[in-house]
């Protein structure tokens, strides 16, 4: 039986989920995911071999992560998109204010606008995973993975048509069918979310072959390893 890897980027409804064969040879399925639970149950039933995922995993309790350094250096002029993890301690925080607020009470730093923007899956992630089960599940950075891809940082913005072409340009060399799904619209979603998930999914076959790189590697206090992949 051909082993699959999955892959999530989150979006406005939930997740996007690629699951492509670990050896690369195969077809490509896209689907939207309202929660974790379908992915969960995969790798656990082993229908998945691994996962990857764009949201931390292992949260420091008083800074920040190592590993979010050594991303944003690598990615060069594309380092904005790597905002620093929240501390463990702003993971019950409801309101912006108050994320902040416990955030400078504990780092001396206020959380960012986009860190808590994702908070409510950062929780969903940290409910659902531990050190056993990190074994097949990890975190990925997609334009870490598509530094790693091309051997460059990107050159434009995601959003941007010459940023979207570079990727779907770096994505045609390892899937096949990346243009038939980047044509396809799906329901909540934004179309980078899909170009996303490819490329997180290139990094779980990477994990899954161990022929990965790893930035960062640091434990929190749950055990949890606060590392990317790529």
């Given at each position: 039986?051909?082993?699959?890897?999955?892959?999530?980027?989150?979006?406005?409804?939930?997740?996007?989920?690629?699951?492509?064969?670990?050896?690369?040879?195969?077809?490509?399925?896209?689907?939207?995911?309202?929660?974790?639970?379908?992915?969960?149950?995969?790798?656990?039933?082993?229908?998945?071999s691994a996962?990857?995922?764009?949201?931390?995993?292992g949260?420091?309790?008083?800074?920040?992560?190592?590993?979010?350094?050594?991303?944003?250096?690598?990615?060069?002029?594309?380092?904005?998109?790597?905002?620093?993890?929240?501390?463990?301690?702003?993971?019950?925080?409801?309101?912006?204010?108050?994320?902040?607020?416990?955030?400078?009470?504990?780092?001396?730093?206020?959380?960012?606008?986009?860190?808590?923007?994702?908070?409510?899956?950062?929780?969903?992630?940290?409910?659902?995973?531990?050190?056993e089960?990190?074994?097949?599940?990890?975190?990925?950075?997609?334009?870490?993975?598509?530094?790693?891809?091309?051997?460059?940082?990107?050159?434009?913005?995601?959003?941007?048509?010459?940023?979207?072409?570079?990727?779907?340009?770096?994505?045609?060399?390892?899937?096949?069918?990346?243009?038939?799904?980047?044509?396809?619209?799906?329901?909540?979603?934004?179309?980078?979310?899909?170009?996303?998930?490819?490329?997180?999914?290139?990094?779980?076959?990477?994990?899954?072959?161990?022929?990965?790189?790893?930035?960062?590697?640091?434990?929190?206090?749950?055990?949890?390893?606060?590392?990317?992949?790529?």
């Amino acid at each position: 039986m051909t082993k699959l890897v999955g892959s999530l980027d989150g979006c406005r409804v939930g997740w996007v989920l690629v699951t492509t064969p670990a050896d690369g040879n195969g077809t490509s399925e896209v689907t939207v995911l309202t929660d974790l639970a379908p992915l969960i149950a995969d790798l656990d039933s082993g229908r998945l071999s691994a996962a990857a995922i764009d949201i931390p995993i292992g949260l420091s309790p008083t800074d920040s992560r190592p590993c979010d350094f050594e991303a944003r250096k690598l990615i060069g002029d594309r380092r904005s998109s790597v905002f620093p993890a929240p501390v463990r301690g702003v993971l019950d925080a409801q309101s912006y204010e108050v994320a902040c607020e416990k955030s400078r009470s504990i780092s001396g730093k206020a959380i960012s606008k986009q860190a808590f923007a994702i908070l409510p899956k950062i929780r969903e992630v940290d409910q659902l995973l531990t050190p056993e089960r990190q074994q097949s599940f990890v975190e990925v950075h997609p334009e870490v993975s598509f530094t790693i891809l091309v051997g460059r940082p990107m050159s434009h913005h995601k959003r941007r048509p010459n940023g979207r072409a570079e990727r779907l340009a770096a994505l045609r060399t390892v899937f096949d069918d990346v243009d038939h799904y980047a044509g396809q619209r799906f329901p909540g979603t934004q179309p980078d979310d899909v170009l996303d998930a490819f490329v997180a999914a290139w990094s779980a076959r990477r994990w899954a072959t161990r022929t990965h790189r790893q930035l960062g590697g640091d434990l929190d206090g749950r055990g949890l390893r606060m590392e990317m992949i790529a």
